[in-house]
T-cell receptor, first 112, second 114 residues
Framework: KAGVTQTPRYLIKTRGQQVTLSCSPI?????VSWYQQTPGQGLQFLFE???????NKGNFPGRFSGRQFSNSRSEMNVSTLELGDSALYLC???????????FGPGTRLTVT | GENVEQHPSTLSVQEGDSAVIKCTYS??????FPWYKQELGKRPQLIID?????GEKKDQRIAVTLNKTAKHFSLHITETQPEDSAVYFC?????????????FGTGTLLAVQP
């Protein structure tokens, strides 16, 4: 099976802009979670989607949002970008009734 | 609140030696504890995991132990090789319920000297 894919892989945006990142899970996986990875804060949970419903949300401001489509693909959106949003954004997918999560390669977002 | 502490932050060993990384979690309802390996510029890779109803799990040169009473779990790598050099993250699922949310430790940079 193909692994988790994310697009784009790299992105440069200006402060104040908004961005949309995409994640395609492993075929058959309906759970998709998003994480932000920075050198200072490490890996932090953003949100989790299962069967098009947000099942869990981390402690991030409302500028961070996400959704999941009927084919389990997920997008996350960050509005009004700040310099501190520069990070590697990772998504991970899991099978139903399984805790095992498999990560995508990430999207490296740079905000200038 | 939910928290996972990981030690040490850096670990340097000679090739062939063993390496041990330790994590402590705060939520007593946590029931799943994975370990991820992340090489420079790569995605985190699941290398081993353990459920709360198991005390130890082994897969070739790596093993994980869990002490539920003390709320800590450890990764053991034996006969280390240079390709084991990477950042290792422990994690725990909070609540014990239907969620794939992971709380990660801060990572351990393992350097295996040839």
């Amino acid at each position: 099976k193909a692994g988790v894919t994310q697009t784009p892989r790299y992105l440069i945006k200006t402060r104040g802009q908004q961005v949309t990142l995409s994640c395609s899970p492993i075929s058959g996986h309906r759970s998709v979670s998003w994480y932000q990875q920075t050198p200072g804060q490490g890996l932090q949970f953003l949100f989790e989607y299962f069967s098009e419903t947000q099942r869990n949300k981390g402690n991030f401001p409302g500028r961070f949002s996400g959704r999941q489509f009927s084919n389990s693909r997920s997008e996350m959106n960050v509005s009004t970008l700040e310099l501190g949003d520069s990070a590697l954004y990772l998504c991970a997918s899991a099978q139903d009734n399984s805790y095992e999560q498999y990560f995508g390669p990430g999207t490296r977002l740079t905000v200038t | 609140g939910e928290n996972v502490e990981q030690h040490p932050s850096t670990l340097s060993v000679q090739e062939g030696d063993s390496a041990v990384i330790k994590c402590t979690y705060s939520d007593s309802a946590s029931n799943y504890f994975p370990w991820y390996k992340q090489e420079l510029g790569k995605r985190p890779q699941l290398i081993i995991d353990i459920r709360s109803n198991v005390g130890e799990k082994k897969d070739q040169r790596i093993a994980v132990t869990l002490n539920k009473t003390a709320k800590h779990f450890s990764l053991h790598i034996t006969e280390t090789q240079p390709e084991d050099s990477a950042v290792y993250f422990c994690a725990a699922t909070p609540y014990g319920g239907a969620t794939n949310k992971l709380i990660f430790g801060t990572g351990t940079l393992l350097a295996v000297q040839p």
